[in-house]
């Protein structure tokens, strides 16, 4: 049998007297599309940090396709195939949609920078920015400024930067918060062209992408896992109605 892209085991995470997350559990198979909800300070975000190694876990283990994790970096999370985008922006304002795609593809590498212009590595970088911002339709703005760029423009740049390594296991943090309905449209086309093998966990607050681009779900409240089923599951359980659709999202 496979092992599970993604484990979680007993993962809790305490900020001083605050549990965060709380005895999570949760397997994720290889090619999973996984929605995780939960209202404001449910600890998503947090449990994004543990899984990405950003943030030591204070009890439990963390596997990516069967090697335990748990005390490894980040960076080595990322080797073994696990890319993450943020709630918060995270993009180099100043410089150009290529640009910030090839520092992504230059930390995917290892983070060496080669100084010398025109090198093949460097053509195939180019080569490769190319590839992954016509994936994300950013094809006409590669010279724009990342600043300059709309909202919905910035989450597909990110995709396209979290992508940049070649990721097995995707984690997205909001992606869609801040969208126009038609960049929401877009991203949510994205999503569901992802590649089949490509493990995905989506926290996303707005339920039409969510459950339009996954198979299953996930809700947390108070850094608990209070239910898991499928898309039609959660629309039809009174528990998620109560504790998370019933709540106006801020
Ligand atoms: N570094 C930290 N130090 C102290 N407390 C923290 C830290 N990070 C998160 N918390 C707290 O942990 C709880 C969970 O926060 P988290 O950001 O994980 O929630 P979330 O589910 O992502 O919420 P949102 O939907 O608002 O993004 C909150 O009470 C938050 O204040
Ligand atoms: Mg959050």
């Keep these: 049998m496979t092992s599970p892209a993604l484990s979680l085991r007993g993962v809790s995470r305490r900020f001083g007297g605050l549990l965060a997350v709380r005895e ?12 995780l909800l939960g209202p404001n300070g449910a600890g998503k975000t947090t449990l994004v940090n543990l899984i990405a190694g950003a943030v030591p876990t204070s ?8 090697a335990d994790v748990t005390e490894e970096s980040g960076r080595r999370r990322v080797a073994r195939g696990l890319a993450r985008t ?5 993009l180099f304002s100043g410089l150009s949609v290529e640009d910030n ?7 995917s590498d ?3 920078w080669r100084p010398a212009p025109g090198g093949r590595a460097q053509r195939a970088r180019r080569e490769r920015a190319r590839e992954l911002a016509a994936r994300v339709h ?11 760029l709309s909202h919905g423009a910035k989450r597909q740049l990110e995709l396209a930067m979290a992508l940049a390594s070649r990721p097995r296991v995707l984690v997205l943090d909001e992606p869609a918060a801040g969208l126009s ?5 877009m991203l949510t086309q994205l999503l569901h062209d992802l590649d089949r093998d490509l493990t995905l966990l989506l926290i996303e607050h707005d339920m039409n992408v969510a459950l339009a681009v996954t198979d299953s779900v996930t809700v947390m409240a108070d850094g608990r896992v209070v239910f898991e089923g499928t898309p039609d599951e959660v629309v039809a359980s009174d528990l998620v109605h109560e504790i998370y659709l019933g709540v106006s999202h801020v």
């Design 24 to 35: 999570v559990d949760m397997q994720l198979e290889v090619g999973t599309k996984r929605a």
């Design 59 to 66: 009890e439990g283990t963390i596997e990516l396709f069967g």
């Design 86 to 90: 943020y709630q918060e922006s995270k």
């Design 101 to 107: 795609i090839a520092l992504a593809l230059i930390g």
């Design 110 to 112: 290892g983070g060496l």
């Design 138 to 148: 950013l094809t006409r703005l590669m010279g724009d400024r990342a600043a300059a």
């Design 181 to 185: 309905p038609s960049e929401r449209e």
